[in-house]
């Protein structure tokens, strides 16, 4: 197995004074300067697993081989990134190593979308929104804007295969709830159930039958304990909710 290993992080301080800088550069500008490190970048004080110049090269590498098959450097029309997010949100989950403690800390994020990915942040998020590239220190399943950090917690919170099935609005109707999408368990559950029941009712919004349901979800809680629940108990009980809350939105439709 191979050990998790720490990256380099920005202070808050260097990663806005950074972020003022490239402003006014281009993304072909940005992609010129490339380096694997900066002189003010700092590191755990005691994980002694750094991440190495050339894993970083490679990250790089990588990451631009995607952005390039999606039409990087040219602007997108709105949604044109959706494909682009969801296969570099499993590149990253892959390739970077992380544990969540790790991938919580928002200055290694800012390293990412400020020193070596800053061409594709800024083709991804061309406004250039302060919370698109400073990170913050989040838990896992929480609301971040951040144009990497979120991509790796939905990798890391529903996998590959389930990932490629749920829209924005979705990750957005969960991480909106910690107290659901930092559960890495029941947030995966709800997700899995969601696409079962609208595959099976051809649901039309999706984002309508997860609100529903989520109603009914937190009713719930006050009277069960989802993490007390056993693998089939939970499924079975999510799924008769999502059955409850598609015959419930049929009936508003008729």
Not at 21 to 30: A, I, S
Not at 180 to 194: C, D, E, F, P, S
Not at 210 to 231: C, D, Q
Request: net charge positive; hydrophobic share 40%; glycine share 8%.
């Amino acid at each position: 197995m191979i050990s998790p290993v720490t990256y380099p992080r920005l202070p808050s301080g260097v990663a806005m004074a950074m972020l003022q800088e490239q402003r006014h550069l281009g993304v072909e500008d940005l992609g010129r300067g490339i380096v694997t490190s900066h002189p003010k970048q700092e590191w755990h004080p005691t994980i002694p697993s750094r991440v190495t110049r050339e894993d970083l090269s490679e990250l790089r590498s990588g990451s631009l081989g995607l952005a390039v098959k999606h039409g990087f450097p040219e602007a997108q029309p709105r949604g044109g990134h959706t494909k682009f997010d969801q296969q570099l949100a499993v590149y990253l989950y892959g390739q970077m190593n992380l544990v969540p403690a790790e991938a919580a800390v928002g200055g290694m994020w800012s390293f990412m979308s400020l020193v070596l990915l800053p061409d594709i942040a800024a083709w991804r998020y061309p406004d250039r929104h302060r919370q698109r590239f400073i990170g913050s220190d989040t838990m896992i399943g929480t609301s971040n804007r951040h144009v990497f950090c979120r991509l790796w917690a939905r990798a890391y919170v529903f996998g590959p295969n389930l990932l490629v099935r749920l829209v924005e609005d979705n990750f957005e109707g969960l991480w909106g709830r910690p107290n659901i999408g930092g559960n890495v368990r029941l947030a995966r559950a709800i997700a899995a159930t969601m696409v079962r029941i609208d595959t099976e009712r051809k649901v039309t919004n999706s984002q309508e039958l997860l609100r529903e349901a989520l109603k009914r979800i937190r009713r719930l809680a006050y009277i069960i304990s989802f993490n007390g629940l056993e693998g089939d108990e939970l499924r079975d009980l999510l799924y008769d909710v999502f059955t409850a809350s598609a015959d419930a939105l049929q009936r508003q439709i008729y």
